[in-house]
């Protein structure tokens, strides 16, 4: 019996080591490179170059914008999200297919195309220029890029929340007379908040990382307009250590992120 059996046993063999070093050879792929950054620094080369001031400037600024533009996308996108999921409306699959449009368009061309809007001789920057209201190249500008190419994450999984939701419990309230706002408040809002701050999780982690579409609409200006990813790109051809300690810094957010992410993910949203 154990003879016969153990030719069957050679193919099993063989798939699960091909599947091992397959599984291997991807974890390693995308690993090793983050692996190569924590190496090639020290700890007092981290604490020195992070230190210094265009490096912590990089970085305020960076969370600063990130934070504005996620409340910003919250504030508008939320409401908008809602609306668009429980009413049906001419060229609703047109404006499904603009808030994906971000997620697909090349950075460059997002603020490529935002110069062209706001820019000083823009469609509409010009006059906004007129009335001393400067849009490219400042602080705003990095805010509405991070707006632009962020906004889709929170967007996509805030329609997919509401789609799942329960009808009846909207109902419910407003058989008790509540409002729509109240309900969307008071009900809505409540059950969907897990899977809602997860997709805000993600979309700020998009802002910070957002470089293309800043660099193209915003320039690089230190204070002004650098963020962390275009202090990283000016690193390259100065201060290589601080390019590194922005990376690790960027890498260990990202992180903290996708953790969040995955332990937020467990909250379910009550289904129809």
């Known amino acids: 019996m154990t003879s016969s059996s153990a030719p069957g046993n050679i193919p099993r063999a063989f798939t699960l080591a091909a599947a091992a070093v397959l599984v291997a050879a991807v974890i390693l792929y995308l690993a090793l490179p983050i692996i190569a950054l924590f190496l090639r620094t020290t700890p007092e080369q981290f604490l020195d170059s992070l230190a210094n001031p265009e490096v912590r400037s990089a970085l305020i600024l960076s969370l600063t914008t990130s934070v504005i533009s996620l409340f910003v996308i919250i504030l508008v996108g939320t409401p908008f999200a809602y609306v668009h999921c429980r009413h049906q409306y001419p060229g609703k699959v047109l404006v499904d297919t603009i808030i994906d449009l971000p997620l697909v368009l090349p950075p460059a061309v997002a603020g490529l195309a935002l110069l062209v809007l706001y820019g000083r001789m823009g469609l ?77 999780v993600m979309t700020f982690g998009r802002a910070l990382g957002e470089f293309g579409a800043t660099i193209m609409f915003a320039g690089n200006l230190p204070g002004v307009t ?36 995955r332990l937020l993910a467990k909250t379910e949203v009550p289904h129809a």
């Open 124 to 200: 509409l920057g010009q006059y906004a220029n007129m009335l001393g209201i400067p849009i490219a190249f400042t602080t705003l500008a990095v805010i509405m890029a991070q707006v632009f190419v962020a906004s889709p994450f929170y967007l996509r999984q805030a329609k997919s929340l509401f789609d799942q939701l329960d009808p009846a419990y909207e109902q419910t309230a407003r058989t008790l007379g509540a409002s729509p706002a109240r309900v969307f408040a008071t009900v809505v809002v409540p059950l969907t908040a897990g899977g809602l701050v997860s997709g805000a």
């Open 226 to 261: 650098q963020t962390m990813p275009l202090a990283v790109y000016v690193s390259m051809a100065g201060d290589f250590n601080a390019g590194i300690t922005i990376s690790i810094l960027l890498v260990i957010i990202s992180f903290a992120i996708m953790i969040a992410v």
